[in-house]
């Protein structure tokens, strides 16, 4: 456990390590490392989708995530947006649903959706409704990283950009600091927040089962903007989520997969993925089918995929002491960071987190070899082979 003071070095400043770096400088001496540049690897690139409420976790995750999301509301540059989502329903699978759906959602047939968003929806003609849900909300993912920057530099933070960390350091089993490209850093604890690269960076110490995870993500222009009320939301057969834009434009990412070679990769955005948002997704909504494309996005490298969907974030008992690993964020680690900078300090400082951190285990797996087949947000049957 962690005393007053001590030095905690964090690898990686995406939004996990300044989360994380943000939760601890209060009562700690933090360093940030990171070889490139703040959030400027997958970070930058999200969606800014804050849906916890529709996944399968714990409420308690969603609802702390939520109170934190709001209570950074107007600091720094940062700006939180709660919208509803609705999860459309096939007409196919809408008398699996009643008022009340599982997960929290309330059923909506396609005529009451229609009338609770007048303006927002162009042909729902495939679907029998939708599931509703609240406490979501998006957000723009590098001004909320900046501003966790900035409130982990205000609590006495130091972050370095383009530090490469070498190596970990340990002595009889126990972390003494890092090796960087400029030499030693001492420290009482080290996190690493690497993304997909914590595997191979911490193969030394502990074998964690992660895989390479690409997103992604188109935004288009609609002839008019969207009404200020029109929902983010998601199709499960054709994979895709959208949420509209602080700029009146609209989102559309998806069609996410694992990756064997991220560095190899060409990074664009597929043109069958283009098509089908152009072709499908656009003319559910509004004006959307005659917008113009604005922008396309993919992750740089590579977001992280675990086995069963869910993070690591664990001190593991099989590596040295001092030694905490988050990675494996599975496309949700922008809406899981207040989560995952909270249960890092609960597990550093030993204080009681305000939720469970059992799910987050590593020792949960047997298994640990990265050959596992891709979990899939959107329900079994829908899972992607490695292209
Ligand atoms: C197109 C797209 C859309 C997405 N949409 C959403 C969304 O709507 N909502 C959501 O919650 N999530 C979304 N995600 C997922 C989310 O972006 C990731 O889960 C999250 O950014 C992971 O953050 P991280 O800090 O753990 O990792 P990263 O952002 O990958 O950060 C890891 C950092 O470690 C650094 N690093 C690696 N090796 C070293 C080393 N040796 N020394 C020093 N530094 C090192 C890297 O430079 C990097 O900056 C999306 C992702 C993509 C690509």
């Given at each position: 456990m962690s005393t007053t003071n001590d030095r905690i070095v964090v690898v990686g400043a995406g939004v996990s390590g300044l989360a994380i770096a943000r939760e601890l400088a209060p009562d700690h001496d933090v360093i940030v490392l990171d070889k490139?540049?703040?959030?400027?690897?997958?970070s930058s690139r999200a969606s800014g989708m804050i849906s916890l409420?529709?996944?399968?976790?714990?409420d308690e995750w969603a609802s702390f995530a939520l109170s934190q999301f709001r209570d950074l509301?107007?600091?720094?540059?940062f700006s939180f947006t709660e919208r509803e989502t609705v999860r459309l329903v096939p007409a196919a699978n809408?008398?699996?649903?009643?008022?009340q759906a599982p997960g929290g959602g309330n059923f909506f047939t396609r005529s009451e959706l229609e009338g609770r968003?007048?303006?927002?929806?162009?042909?729902?003609?495939?679907?029998g409704g939708g599931l509703v849900y609240d406490g979501t909300g998006s957000l723009d993912a590098l001004d909320y990283a900046m501003t966790l920057k900035w409130a982990a530099e205000r609590a006495g933070a130091e972050v370095f950009r383009d530090?490469?960390?070498t190596d970990l350091r340990v002595e009889d089993g126990t972390v003494t600091g890092v090796e960087t490209e400029y030499g030693r850093i001492d420290a009482d604890h080290v996190v690493y927040a690497?993304?997909?690269k914590t595997r191979e960076l911490l193969a030394e110490y502990v074998e964690i089962p992660v895989r390479p995870l690409r997103w992604n993500a188109v935004v288009i222009e609609p002839d008019e903007p969207l009404p200020t009320d029109c929902p983010m939301g998601s199709e499960p057969t054709l994979r895709v989520y959208w949420r509209p834009t602080d700029r009146g434009n609209v989102l559309v990412g998806g069609n996410e997969h694992l990756l064997s070679d991220p560095e190899g990769?060409?990074?664009?955005?597929e043109p069958s993925f283009r098509e089908r948002v152009v072709?499908?997704?656009?003319?559910?909504?509004?004006?959307v089918a005659s917008g113009e494309v604005r922008r396309e996005d993919c992750c740089p490298t590579a977001d992280c995929a675990s086995p069963d969907g869910r993070p690591v974030i664990d001190t593991p008992e099989?590596?040295?002491?001092?030694l905490t690993v988050v990675t494996g964020?599975?496309?949700r680690g922008v809406m899981l960071s207040p989560v995952t900078g909270r249960a890092v300090r609960s597990l550093i400082t030993g204080e009681t987190p305000p939720?469970?951190?059992?799910?987050?285990?590593?020792?949960?797996?047997?298994d640990r070899s990265a050959e596992f087949d891709y979990r899939s947000h959107?329900?079994?049957?829908?899972d992607s082979s490695v292209p």
């Open positions: 490139g540049g703040i959030a400027a690897d997958t409420s529709l996944e399968p976790f714990p509301d107007g600091q720094g540059i809408a008398d699996l649903y009643t008022d968003y007048p303006d927002s929806f162009s042909d729902l003609s495939a679907y530090h490469e960390v690497t993304g997909w990769t060409p990074m664009g955005v072709e499908d997704v656009a003319p559910l909504l509004s004006g099989e590596g040295p002491d001092g964020l599975h496309g939720f469970p951190l059992v799910q987050f285990r590593l020792d949960r797996f047997d959107w329900g079994p049957g829908e």
